[in-house]
Every structure is written in structure tokens, then in C-alpha cells.
């Protein structure tokens, strides 16, 4: 039996949650300041979807989002993607759509999912939900609300991917 593997990027601004993001579902853990462990380029977790295993590897970047100098490698061969920002960070939620078109620009169409990180934070929110609900539409992408730190909807994120992936 052939086992799938997906390449998954995260991206959007940097503090938005990628990285604990990708730790909180392959390890199940959550700390304040998530360093990237040196030399490690993907965590990877398998999931069965209808009945299929997946293998999803989860690739992080080094915090180079911060310079716009994610290379080419980061984006090569990425068959799904999930695109964050963060609900108090309004920056971070302008900076959606260009990071659709770079993505898009690398790997072409792919299925993708809009997270909107740190809803545990929702009375410090600077994104009012239907903003959100026509920026999701705008750029053709389910939304799906999640927090990486009381790990709420995190599994969801990825399960849609995976589920996207394998009906193509
Ligand atoms: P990255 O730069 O996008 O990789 O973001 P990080 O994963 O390094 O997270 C930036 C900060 O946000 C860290 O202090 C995390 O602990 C924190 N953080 C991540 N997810 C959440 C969340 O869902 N809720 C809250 N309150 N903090 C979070
Ligand atoms: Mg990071």
C-alpha cells in the first residue's frame, strides 16, 4: 500500500504562531518562547484520513519571515498550506493576502487554510470576525479559528489539509 506524504508550509508574519503551532500537533507541547531546534527543517506527524495514512511534514522557517527571505527550498515542492495571523496582531492580518500571492507565486494553486491564531486572546482582538470571515472569502480559503496554547481546532487545521490533498 502506498503510503501519501504532504509537504505542509506555514506562513504569515513572524510571532503569529507557526512555530508552536507545528509543535503543539507534532509533539503536543506548548512553552512561551518555542526556539527551532538547529538542523531540524520539518516535524512530521501521521494521521489516517478515510482510511488512509497520511504523512504529514510540517515545515517551519527559522524566523526568516521577518527579512522576506524565505528561500526557495522552504516552498519547494509544498502541496498544501496553512496561512496565520494572529488575532492581536492587525499587521500580521494585512499581510495575508500578499503571503497567498507568494505562496501561490512558488507553488501555484494549493490547497490552503486561513487560521486565525490566539483566539484564547479574543478581548485583546484587533480583527473583527467579519473581516476575517470576507478576507477568507476574498482569497478563496476555508477560516478556521484556532488556539495553539489551550490547543483548540489545532488538529482540524491539518485534517482539512490532508482531507483537501487526498480528494485532488
Ligand atoms: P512564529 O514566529 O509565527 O513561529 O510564532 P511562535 O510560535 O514563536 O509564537 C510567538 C509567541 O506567541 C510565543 O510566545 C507563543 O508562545 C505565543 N503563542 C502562540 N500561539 C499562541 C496562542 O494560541 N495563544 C497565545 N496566547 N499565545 C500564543
Ligand atoms: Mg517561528
Not at 494572529?86 to 501561490?104: C, G, M, P, Q
Request: hydrophobic share 40%.
Amino acid at each position: 500500500e502506498l503510503e501519501v506524504a504532504l509537504k505542509v508550509v506555514i506562513v504569515g508574519n513572524g510571532g503569529v504562531g507557526k512555530s508552536s503551532m507545528i509543535q503543539r500537533y507534532c509533539n503536543g507541547t506548548f512553552t512561551k518562547d518555542y526556539k527551532k531546534t538547529i538542523g531540524v527543517d520539518f516535524l512530521e506527524r501521521q494521521i489516517e484520513v478515510d482510511g488512509e495514512e497520511v504523512r504529514l511534514m510540517l515545515w517551519d522557517t527559522a524566523g526568516q519571515e521577518e527579512f522576506d527571505a524565505i528561500t526557495k527550498a522552504y516552498y519547494r515542492g509544498a502541496q498544501a498550506c496553512v496561512l496565520a495571523f494572529s488575532t492581536t496582531d492587525r499587521d500580521s492580518f494585512e499581510a495575508a493576502h500578499s503571503w497567498k500571492l507568494k505562496v501561490e507565486n512558488e507553488c501555484g494553486e494549493i490547497p490552503t487554510v486561513i487560521v486565525q491564531n490566539k483566539i484564547d486572546l479574543m478581548e485583546q482582538s484587533v480583527v473583527n470576525p467579519e473581516e476575517a470571515d470576507l478576507l477568507a472569502r476574498a482569497l478563496g480559503c476555508r477560516l478556521l479559528r484556532t488556539s495553539v496554547k489551550e490547543d483548540v481546532n489545532v488538529a482540524a487545521v491539518f485534517r482539512h489539509l490532508a482531507a483537501r490533498c487526498l480528494a485532488e
